[in-house]
């Protein structure tokens, strides 16, 4: 079974700076699916990134980006110039690739609770 | 649009009551899932279907059933509470019939304490 793990529990930076949240994962799978998630205090999930296993690019998203080490089973969210409004839970996930007609089951880490300080 | 529903925001329930969590999308999306997200632990899966008249075990389904007698809707039931699952519960839908990956979306959560 896949796991994931988020070692870090909370993280706090000033407005403005860069941060970087940690997930590592664990998978016999050679293909898959990883994603970031966000949950702000009014409790709602948000996809902030997604990163196809088969990609050897990194994905973007405005001031959001990840290192993703494959052979490391690394997956780290990076972001830039943080602002107020990403104070928020931050969740990493896994999924083993798209199956026709199959359900699409994520496997999420324990979450990083994000803190940007004025 | 709507997107996803769930019904109630809230609730405290006795131990040993029963309890529907219900769960309503207009995506007409064919999968549709239930997690519950603790503290320390993230999110985990309890049940999940693929598609009306289907469904499937998730990670952590004992305690807890579910049916999908049509598309839109997806009720998570709780035949006898037990304060273990005092938790915040989330529903969520995807076009897993879609060619390519399809995001997960998912409502804005029920909160339930059972004392």
């Known amino acids: 079974a896949q796991t994931v793990t988020q070692s870090q529990p909370e993280m706090s930076v000033q407005e403005a700076e860069t941060v970087t949240l940690s997930c590592t994962y664990d998978?016999?799978?050679?293909?898959?699916?990883l994603f970031w998630y966000k949950q702000p205090p009014s409790r709602q999930m948000i996809l902030v990134i997604r990163?196809?296993?088969?990609?050897?690019q990194n994905a973007t998203e405005n001031r959001f980006s990840v290192n993703f080490q494959k052979a490391a089973k690394s997956f780290s969210l990076k972001i830039s110039d943080s602002q107020l409004g990403d104070t928020a839970m931050y969740f990493c996930?896994?999924?083993?690739?798209?199956?026709?007609?199959?359900?699409?089951?994520?496997?999420f880490g324990q979450g990083t609770r994000l803190t940007i300080n004025p | 649009t709507a997107g996803i529903t769930q019904a109630p925001t809230s609730q405290i329930l006795a131990a040993g009551r029963s309890m529907t969590l219900r769960c309503t999308q207009d995506?007409?999306?064919?999968?549709m899932y239930w997690y519950r997200q603790d503290l320390g632990l993230g999110l985990r899966l309890i049940h999940y279907?693929?598609?009306?008249?289907?469904?499937g075990k998730g990670e952590v389904p004992d305690g807890y059933s579910v049916s999908r007698a049509n598309t839109d809707d997806f009720p998570l039931t709780l035949a006898s509470a037990v304060p273990s699952q005092t938790s915040v519960y989330f529903c969520?839908?995807?076009?897993?019939?879609?060619?390519?990956?399809?995001?997960?979306?998912f409502g804005p959560g029920t909160r339930l304490t059972v004392l």
């Open positions: 996930a896994f999924m083993n690739t798209f199956t026709i007609q199959g359900a699409q089951k994520l496997v």
């Open positions: 998978t016999s799978e050679s293909n898959y699916y």
């Open positions: 279907s693929n598609t009306a008249g289907t469904t």
């Open positions: 969520a839908s995807s076009d897993s019939l879609a060619a390519s990956w399809d995001e997960q979306f």
């Open positions: 995506m007409r999306h064919n999968a």
């Open positions: 990163q196809e296993a088969y990609k050897q």
